[in-house]
């Protein structure tokens, strides 16, 4: 699957995906929260000094197909992206140590008596245990500074 950038356009214009992005606010509170184009800067220089964007022209036949997909559902993810600016970040910490505790639950439950348990046990420990509370930890993080 290669990546159209006509299409990866006309996507974009017909779901007014830069419209919604203005009417949520996305930018103006990253831009609140001192998140500019020249805060970026030493972001994209460090890039360049590890040859970061070298490596994404060599990849770029599997990552292109990967925007092109992001595109598509952004109408969908752009509404939820504003729920979660609205949410508070301490809800994001609880769900983090709920899951956390979700995996500790699930690991002490579960017996170890077969292959297909112990897959369980490491799928979803995996998933419960760090994964998403990983993901809701910086979550909450990123809340915090944007708020």
């Keep these: 699957m290669a990546f159209d ?7 974009l214009s017909s779901n007014k ?3 919604k992005t203005s009417q949520l606010g996305l930018l103006t509170r990253l ?5 500019t184009l020249t805060s970026a800067a030493p972001l994209l220089k460090f890039a ?6 070298g ?9 292109l197909p990967l925007i092109g997909k992001a595109i ?4 969908a993810l752009l509404p939820v992206a504003g729920t979660a600016l609205k949410t508070p970040p301490t ?4 769900g983090a140590a709920a899951s956390l505790a979700a995996a500790g639950a699930l690991i002490a439950v579960v017996p170890d008596d077969s292959v297909l348990n112990v897959a369980l046990q490491v799928s979803l ?5 760090a994964i998403l509370p990983g993901a809701l930890g910086v979550g909450g993080f990123i809340l915090t500074k944007i708020k």
């Design 5 to 11: 950038f006509d299409q990866a356009v006309n996507t």
């Design 31 to 35: 831009e609140k929260a001192g998140f």
């Design 17 to 19: 995906i830069l419209t």
């Design 91 to 94: 809800v994001l910490y609880g």
């Design 125 to 129: 420990g995996l998933t419960l245990g």
């Design 55 to 63: 490596v994404l022209e060599a990849s770029s036949d599997k990552v």
């Design 72 to 75: 598509e559902l952004s109408p």
């Design 48 to 53: 360049d000094e590890q040859d970061l964007i």
